[in-house]
């Protein structure tokens, strides 16, 4: 019987694209999956930890492993690991990774099943290359995520990913258009291109951009659309945005990192633009999108922040008119200029913004799928719910119920009604099929 393995992945897109090459890594060294429910052999947990909470979740989930099966083998990997390295021995890991040698996973435990020792593989991230993981296969059914960018220089004051995650490392475009390919033939048709800083792709490259590996994957046949991970402001110039609005496969959804509404906030952060850039950036986008549906994060509680800051990013955000908002609370990170700065704001009071801030993001989300009510939009079915009913998205990422018959991957709905997940509509000529 070959041995089985479970994943459990924390954080956020480029944790589930390392998830997928380490997975296919195991598959291709004769492991299985371990059925639903069942124990596994290995146990694998990609740690985050951007908050506290991503570190206890973390915990928690290899602590549950170790319960369901004592003697299965605990590999811990990604940003707890490469941040706390040898503390997580406590946990019992055969094998702690970090952020690197996630190519290597199977044969550094498998090493360390052979000679009956806990490997902890965390080095420094000074000056390593970027890793070469790909993957052929993916868990969803039709969208894959494709991290193409790795590391971060910015240095926010909150932030602990450039520690744990190192530099700016990008792969080159001639990779990014192979694995594209190897994706499109393996059926999905929806790419996400990712990174931990996606607009740095290229910089150690020479003369080349972020622009240049979306033209080269959509040149890929096979490939039918394309979706972004979070962009910075001050990369949406321009010339960026002249070099992608006559792509018609990029997906008209992008989410721009905000952080935070107030131009005092954003410099206390260390955020690298202000508000007027900002607005300036998603007037560029709507220009040439004019149904552009833009997403951000939040970060509410940083220190320091007054109500009338609060305010500002309020009023900010419904000036954008985010189609949806990630709301985070504060959360200090040990190693980072903004845990010691002064005015840390109580619990008590970011949960109450968090909660302010989510309802308004419900009533933008309400607005912007009423400008999309009543229009004909292209929907990427995902899922046959019942007959003649299936779930999908449109280029916008606005979840759709369509009903109606079909046989084609995208098929044009018109949008006829607003549910609290979405939208829902009827499929229209030519794909609608009486009877």
Known sequence: MPKTVRFYTLGCKVNQYDSEAMLEAFLVSGYSLAPHQAPADVYVVNTCTVTGTGDQKSMQAARR?????????????????????????????????????????????????????????????????FEPLTIHAHAGHTRAVMKIQEGCDCRCTYCIIP?????????????????????????????????????????????????????????????????????????????FVNALKDLPKLCPQFHLALQSGSDTVLARMKRRYNTTQFREAAERISAAWPLAAFTTDVIVGFPGETEVEFAQTMAFCAEIGFMRLHVFPFSPREGTPAAEMDGQISQSVKETRVHALIQVGESLAALYYQRLLGTVQPVLVEECLAEHEWRGYT????????????????????????DKEGMSGDIVEPYQQKG
Do not use: W
């Open 65 to 129: 492993f170790k319960r369901q099966n004592p003697n299965g083998e605990l590999v811990l990997a990604g940003c707890l690991a490469q941040r706390v390295g040898d503390k997580l021995r406590e946990t019992g890991a055969r094998l702690i990774i970090g952020t690197q040698y996630r190519g290597k996973v199977v044969a550094l435990l498998e090493q360390a099943i052979e000679q009956q020792t806990q490997l902890v593989a965390v080095d420094s991230l000074s000056s390593v290359p």
């Open 163 to 239: 520690s744990v995650r190192g530099s700016v490392r990008s792969k080159p475009v001639a990779q990014v258009r192979a694995e594209a390919q190897a994706l499109a033939d393996a059926g999905f048709t929806e790419l996400v291109l990712t990174g931990i800083h996606l607009t740095s792709y290229g910089k150690d490259l020479g003369n080349v951009t972020l622009a240049d590996a979306i033209q080269a994957v959509h040149a890929v046949e096979g490939v039918m659309r394309i979706r972004l991970g979070s962009l910075e402001p001050a990369a949406i110039t321009q010339p």
């Open 395 to 418: 280029p916008q990422y606005v979840q759709v119920i369509c009903r109606g018959s079909t046989a084609e991957k995208i098929v044009p709905v018109r949008l006829t009604a607003i």
